[in-house]
């Protein structure tokens, strides 16, 4: 049998940070240290990683999503100055695909390559059973930020396709 498990998807705090200017690192990195309380050591490589209680992912060279852990509020938008901040928390559900199988099941869905080293731990928009998704792959388990409006959808595919794989497997 193999190695999969979905959760029933929860809404995380979730921020939408559009920085212009982003060549200017510095002020980057002085915008991140306020939302995220921490010093994140910026260039974050490959486009995403932990700030504290914080999940930094780099969508473009001017737009990162900052998503909280569970329990924890983010900051007043205010706090970071003229930089545009979005709460977009009450818009996004997250699944969870844990297990040694969790990267198969998604690609039979997802419009890019989720194996080989560039993909162990790498964060992606894209599209999954043609809904717009963001993926945050690690070794051993994926998230799946999935618009509210899509989540239903996702959901059912993600267990419809994780029936699949079962069943595929000798």
Avoid: K
């Avoid at 940070?17 to 980057?28: C, F, M, Q």
């Avoid at 700030?51 to 780099?58: D, E, H, I, N, Y």
Wanted: hydrophobic content about 45%.
């Amino acid at each position: 049998m193999p190695d999969v498990q979905i959760n029933d998807g929860v809404s995380l705090p979730l921020l939408s940070v559009a920085l212009p200017r982003a060549h200017d690192l510095a002020r980057v990195q002085a915008v991140l240290d306020r939302l995220t309380g921490t010093q994140p050591v910026l260039p974050i490589a490959p486009r995403f990683g932990r700030a504290g209680v914080c999940t930094l992912m780099q969508d473009a060279p001017d737009h990162w999503f900052v998503r909280y852990d569970a329990g924890v509020p983010p900051p007043d938008a205010s706090a970071a100055g003229d930089v545009v901040v979005t709460d977009i928390t009450d818009g996004w559900i997250t699944f969870r695909v844990r297990g040694d199988d969790a990267r198969e099941l998604l690609a039979q869905g997802a419009r890019v390559d989720l194996h080989g080293d560039a993909a162990t731990r790498c964060f992606f928009r894209t599209l999954l059973a043609e809904a717009p998704v963001l993926l945050l792959l690690h070794e051993r388990d994926c998230e799946v930020m999935v618009p509210r409006s899509y989540s239903a959808w996702v959901h059912a595919w993600l267990r419809h396709a994780a029936g699949f794989h079962e069943r595929a497997q000798p």
